[in-house]
């Protein structure tokens, strides 16, 4: 069965970087792009942007632009987010997610089970 | 830019239906997808493309899209389906984007 299994919770300082990784597994991993969102608390959800895992290729939420980094290992069918200059308002749980085979855009069908990020100094 | 709007919060009783709405210019035009997320876990499709369900998904819930409003309804709904709802699309109006509603809390009182 497809899962999305992601590393665990960090506390980070203000200013520092983090790198959360998202293992996949049960579907070909180059076959599907990998989406990353956020919800802080009390807040929605929040696009962060995507990445082909196949090419490596991303785009990112104009947020986001200049401050965070989506890469991709195929052989062990990982991705990577790493956010820097982080703030407190940084603090939230973030998402990895499967794109809908053959979709880029379109719907959300496997998420991850999230990952607490702790901005505190 | 496009927003998306949805009711912070709707209630139901046991049994009866919700409806759910997420408003938006033209909506019609665009493929709507809803998430259902319940306390501590991560959001969970249950409607893709306007009116799809995926597999394992309830016949119960289902989805409409007209002119600027969507419509996530669910029938006979039980206490399980107490949850956040969030309605979804894909906006290249602008900046490429994937966009979200504000969320719906669903309270089966």
């Known amino acids: 069965q497809v899962q999305l299994v992601q590393s665990g919770a960090e506390v980070k300082k203000p200013g520092a970087s983090v790198k959360v990784s998202c293992k996949a597994s049960g579907y070909t991993f180059t076959s599907c792009y990998i989406h990353w969102l956020r919800e802080a608390p009390g807040q929605g959800l929040e696009w962060m942007g995507i990445i082909n895992p196949s090419v490596g290729s991303t785009t990112y939420a104009q947020k986001f632009q200049g401050r965070v980094i989506m890469t991709g290992d195929t052989s062990t069918s990982t991705i990577y987010m790493d956010l820097s200059s982080l703030r407190s308002e940084d603090t939230a749980v973030y998402y990895c997610?499967?794109?809908?085979?053959?979709?880029?855009?379109?719907?959300?069908?496997?998420w991850g089970q999230g990952t607490l990020v702790t901005v505190s100094s | 830019s496009y927003v998306l709007t949805q009711p912070p919060s709707v209630s139901v009783a046991p049994g009866q239906t919700a409806m759910i709405t997420c408003g938006g210019n033209?909506?019609?035009?665009?493929?709507l997808h809803w998430y259902q997320q319940k306390p501590g876990q991560a959001p969970a499709l249950v409607v893709y493309d306007d009116f799809d369900r995926p597999p394992g998904i309830p016949e119960r819930f289902s989805g409409s899209n007209s002119g600027n409003t969507a419509t996530l309804t669910i029938t006979r709904v039980e206490a399980g389906d107490e949850a956040d709802y969030y309605c979804q699309v894909w906006d290249n109006s602008s900046d490429l984007r994937m966009l979200f509603g504000g969320g719906t809390k669903l309270t089966v009182i």
């Open positions: 033209n909506i019609v035009s665009k493929s």
């Open positions: 997610a499967r794109a809908a085979p053959g979709y880029s855009s379109g719907w959300l069908d496997y």
